[in-house]
């Protein structure tokens, strides 16, 4: 079967769904069909979330990272008002539309329950503990923040989601298989795993995490250069609350910068999670460690948690940040059937964490799933190096931090894709045809991938408005 539509959106992340929800707010009667491999909100669900399996069982579509929300649909809400992280939006237009555009999006989430309530930076304390930080050469890059709560931000979108769907054609259970061009300012056909297929003139791609490869290898075959974007590997660290409460009570999202000095290297603190949870998952088969934390104080636990990443970028002719990073992330799975966790004592000894050494550790697990071993047979040694030095330094300004009981889950790692060359619109070098969002490795985060999907649909607009 063929159809066609106006505008085409692939992905119902973050980017695709503000994308498709401004798209439809300022062009009424516009055919926007938005086309997702994943479920709905009221359908996705995973596994081990539900209890029904204790570790990843290679779901054919991944529920926690595909479907309405995209991966961040369970991730625990950070909202962050900043261009100094969370993106690269600032490559392509001034930082006052980047600011901008991230205010107008949470304007929607505030009309669909999101808090009002932010936490700010410019306070006597948080700029003591950037003074403080400084001392040992830890850069503290701030940010107000709202904290939306994992099980607030599925209402949140919930709540979107219901808006959208009677002014928006969503395709669930949809992936796309190929992109083609029809060429001479005929757009774009759209060729599902069903065999249908869909023509549009206007064409958004949001491919999320998940879809970050299948995407790249897509615009290579429509010749569209990519540019090499940066592979995150690292660790998730947990360790107990009051270690790192001093300064979460002060900067919720606190972004800790390390340059290392055996190798140069920038290491950062990712994700911070006071008294969260860690939990494990799965991208196209892959297991990785994430970080969740509760706005409600009765779902919390006495442990925070965040993400030690060391930022590699490639030169020529490594072109393939993907999988390596999938490739880094393999082997923690191989060794463990799913997600590593090893004692930071253990790993400086060179000692395995097995079942025994961890039933002593006085720091609780909160992914009990997690298996014990050893993350020096899974990390290349250069990043296990910047991880330990960086862990060093940040006991000085948390002791407590190089504790031999704090925990170490692997592999964090965060898939980008090669970005595409953009234009200051975000249009790719095809006419008509727009990336937004993680999977097109211009944003790394939900404040900055709703941006993106506002700033292309405004664009589509104003274009419509000038006769196309």
């Not at 479920?39 to 596994?47: E, G, Q, T, V």
């Not at 779901?59 to 950070?78: H, L, N, R």
């Not at 429509?222 to 998730?236: A, F, K, S, Y």
């Not at 296990?384 to 330094?393: A, K, S, T, W």
Request: aromatic share 8%.
């Amino acid at each position: 079967m063929r159809e066609t539509v106006d505008a085409a959106v692939i992905g119902c992340g973050e980017a695709g769904i503000y994308a498709a929800y401004e798209l439809t707010r300022l062009n009424p009667g516009l055919k926007v069909l938005v086309l997702e491999k994943g479920a709905d909100i009221y359908s996705r669900n995973c596994p081990i979330v539900a209890g029904k399996v204790k570790s990843c069982i290679q779901c054919p579509v991944c529920g926690t990272m595909c479907g309405f929300g995209g991966a961040g649909a369970f991730s625990d809400g950070k909202f962050n008002f900043t261009t100094a992280f969370g993106g690269w939006l600032t490559d392509f237009m001034g930082a006052k539309e980047v600011m901008e555009l991230i205010g107008y999006v949470d304007e929607i989430n505030v009309d669909h329950g999101a808090t009002k309530e932010l936490y700010s930076t410019d306070t006597p304390e948080a700029r003591a503990l950037e003074r403080k930080a400084l001392e040992f050469d830890l850069h503290l890059l701030q940010a107000k923040c709202k904290h939306l709560g994992t099980e607030n931000n599925l209402k949140i979108l919930t709540a979107i989601y219901e808006d959208m769907k009677e002014r928006v054609d969503f395709r669930f259970h949809t992936a796309v298989e190929r992109i083609e061009n029809l060429g001479q300012g005929k757009g774009y056909r759209l060729i599902t795993a069903q065999g249908d297929e869909v023509d549009c003139t206007w064409l958004i791609a949001g491919p999320g995490r998940s879809g970050a490869e299948w995407f790249a290898n897509q615009c290579k075959d429509l010749g569209i250069h990519l540019i090499n974007n940066q592979v995150d590997i690292g660790v998730r660290v947990e360790l107990p609350a009051t270690v790192f409460q001093h300064i979460t009570d002060v900067v919720y999202e606190s972004k800790l910068v390390y340059r290392t000095k055996q190798y140069n290297d920038q290491v950062r603190t990712f994700c911070m999670n006071p008294y969260g949870h860690v939990v494990a998952e799965n991208v196209e088969g892959i297991n990785t460690v994430n970080g969740h934390s509760y706005a409600d104080p009765a779902l919390r636990s006495e442990n925070t948690n965040f993400a030690l990443l060391v930022s590699n970028r490639f030169t020529e002719p490594f072109d393939e940040p993907y999988r390596y990073g999938k490739h880094i992330a393999s082997l923690s799975n191989m060794l463990s059937g799913g997600v590593l966790v090893q004692r930071f004592g253990d790993l400086v000894a060179g000692i395995r964490t097995n079942e025994h050494r961890m039933s002593k550790s006085f720091t609780r697990p909160t992914l009990t799933a997690a298996v014990p071993g050893d993350l020096s047979l899974a990390l290349p040694k250069r990043q296990l190096d910047d991880i330990i030095e960086m862990i060093y330094q940040l006991d000085k300004l948390a002791p407590g931090t190089a504790n031999y009981d704090t925990l170490l889950y692997g592999a964090e790692v965060k898939f980008y894709s090669s970005r595409l060359q953009l234009s200051g619109e975000l249009e790719t070098a095809l006419p008509g045809f727009f990336a937004i969002g993680d999977g097109a490795g211009v944003t790394r985060g939900l404040a900055q991938a709703g941006a993106s999907g506002v700033k292309v649909a405004r664009v589509i607009t104003q274009r419509l408005k000038n006769g196309g």
